[in-house]
């Protein structure tokens, strides 16, 4: 559901089965690429680098395993997080007994920085309230 600034979804709502989700597509995403990868037991993607973009993997469900160009192995639970450097070359495999579902998030050149602003009225950028 796209309004005006924001745009809100599902995963379910972007496809059935495994392979790629387009995260960026269905929610308009314009300042970097981002997917969801649905990954049946056992599977292993092809090696690959990139020319450009760097990328950032978080497992939401299941267990990964990354390899990398130098040949060395990580386990990635659910919340795991690995980031990679373009030109590095990577796999991942699903280790798990159930499917594996990995957001990952491309981009280039770099953060911008903290730029949040107040919204008229509150104080509490950053904070956290209960």
């Given at each position: 559901?796209?309004?005006?600034?924001?745009?809100?979804?599902?995963?379910?709502?972007?496809?059935?089965?495994?392979?790629?989700?387009?995260?960026?597509?269905?929610?308009?995403?314009?300042?970097?690429?981002?997917?969801?990868?649905?990954?049946?037991?056992g599977y292993e993607s092809g090696r690959h680098y990139h020319e450009r973009q760097e990328e950032t993997y978080f497992v939401h469900r299941g267990v990964v395993e990354m390899e990398f160009g130098d040949g060395s192995r990580h386990r990635l639970e659910p919340?795991?997080?690995?980031?990679?450097?373009?030109?590095?070359?990577?796999?991942?495999?699903?280790?798990?007994?159930?499917?594996?579902?990995?957001?990952?998030?491309?981009?280039?050149?770099?953060?911008?920085?903290?730029?949040?602003?107040?919204?008229?009225?509150?104080?509490?950028?950053?904070?956290?309230?209960?």
């Open positions: 559901m796209a309004q005006d600034g924001y745009a809100i979804g599902h995963l379910d709502e972007l496809g059935e089965g495994y392979g790629f989700r387009k995260i960026r597509r269905a929610l308009g995403v314009t300042a970097f690429g981002i997917n969801a990868l649905v990954l049946p037991p919340g795991g997080l690995a980031r990679v450097d373009a030109a590095t070359v990577r796999r991942m495999r699903n280790v798990g007994s159930e499917d594996a579902v990995v957001v990952i998030a491309g981009g280039k050149s770099g953060y911008v920085g903290r730029d949040g602003m107040m919204a008229d009225g509150d104080d509490r950028l950053g904070s956290l309230r209960s």
